[in-house]
């Protein structure tokens, strides 16, 4: 069975500096991957996706996330961070049960900007 | 009209109450999904539905019951729920449960069970 899991409950970082979220998945097949955000008394929201194109992968609101095979990670980074950016951050994997995809969600990682 | 709507965004019941939670999407898609948010767990998925029919019951206690009229609407009927079961209940769409396109979510119904 696939799982994600991110390390970190809780993360924070300075204003302008750097953002990084940890994931890492477990598959035994290749994953589609998927980091969400959360704002406060919202559903989620998709920032980006891996689907085996390229490996590095841009969303919105200047975030990326780099596919590594090697050690099964999908980390998400943004080079400096914004006070908007404090939310919560959901990794996500998908994976297909007889035809049937479902996505399976870590735990969550909340950011907290630093003024 | 955004992608996909629920109503109530609060609701709070007693335990032998029965209520209902609605979700539209106006996206078109054939795939809709009831998530249980609840705090420091992941995402637990309870129902799936694919062009009205459902393709997953992931567990979930009978008190919870779904019913999806047509591939724009889902509800989930509450019955004789628990306190554990306050929690955000989340509503997603996606454009079919056999490609891998992201789930767009709904903005969630807040329940609280007394």
């Known amino acids: 069975a696939q799982s994600v899991t991110q390390l970190g409950s809780h993360v924070s970082v300075s204003e302008g500096a750097l953002v990084l979220l940890r994931c890492n998945y477990s598959s035994s097949v290749p994953p589609y991957l998927f980091w969400y955000v959360q704002y406060p008394n919202q559903g989620l929201q998709l920032l980006l996706k891996y689907t085996s194109a390229a490996t590095l992968v841009k969303g919105i609101n200047g975030f990326e996330a780099e596919f590594k095979k090697s050690e099964t990670s999908f980390h998400l980074t943004k080079p400096s961070a914004h006070m908007s950016d404090a939310a919560e951050y959901f990794c996500?994997?998908?994976?297909?049960?007889?035809?049937?995809?479902?996505?399976?969600f870590g735990t969550g990682t909340r950011l907290k900007v630093l003024a | 009209e955004t992608g996909v709507t629920q109503t109530p965004r609060h609701l709070v019941m007693g335990m032998t109450n029965k209520k209902s939670l609605k979700c539209e999407q106006h996206l078109g898609h054939n795939a809709m999904y009831w998530y249980k948010q609840s705090a420091k767990k992941p995402l637990e998925l309870m129902f799936v539905y694919s062009l009205e029919e459902r393709v997953e019951n992931n567990s979930v206690p009978s008190r919870f019951s779904p019913e999806c009229p047509n591939s724009s609407h889902l509800f989930l009927h509450l019955h004789t729920l628990q306190p554990e079961d306050s929690a955000l209940y989340l509503c997603a769409s996606s454009p079919g449960t056999t490609n891998t396109g992201e789930l767009f979510f709904g903005e969630g119904s807040r329940l609280t069970v007394l």
């Open positions: 996500a994997v998908s994976q297909t049960t007889s035809g049937t995809y479902k996505y399976i």
